[in-house]
């Protein structure tokens, strides 16, 4: 019963130890340092629209630092332990306690302690930036077509910036080849080559490229 009870311990205590250990080493000092300097930041506006938006009796400058304070604590915990959710919604949880536990005057406080709280996780979690810019994506080009035809399909595939040749098949029935390219949604290329003439077909296929684009 024993010798059971000490190897579950050894094993969940070995869990423990090798998912913090992995968390730390995927840290650098300038990702702790950026998300640092982003939650000094953000905390510091949500303590500027605090005080700005205070329409009460007595105005708590501690208040204020506590909101900077909290998200300050809440970015660097959630970028230890952000992989295992659940341990991170419990160490965030165990910290928001500790300030529930005072009294809070005006049910706009919380609000703000919630406000500081989430961009903690945000930031821990690192999603810096919320809007998705469109970038381009990559594709495979399968085209087939006449041999007269390829001058104006290389005029069309000049104008892409990324393009790589997979592979290039000649036969007497004219050239079939596929093409890796990154081009945007919005880029019609396969209208452009099916109005060449001599282009039979050419279909885009959506993949990923060896660099992880």
Known sequence: MNTTSLSVTDIV???IVDTFTEQFAALTPLSVVVALVMGFLVGLIIALVYRRSYRGVLYSPSFAMTLVMMTLITTPVV???KSNIALSMGMVGALSIVRFRTAVKDPMD???MFWALT???LLGAGLYVFIKVPSATSYL???HCDDSAMPAVQGVLSRIKYRRMRSKTVTQNGT???VEVRISERQDLVGQLLGIQGVYDATLVACQSEAGA
Do not use: D, P, R
């Open 13 to 15: 205590k070995g869990s």
């Open 79 to 81: 970028m230890c332990i």
């Open 110 to 112: 919380t609000a703000y």
């Open 119 to 121: 961009m903690g996780i």
């Open 141 to 143: 080009l399968v085209l």
């Open 176 to 178: 079939e080849m596929t």
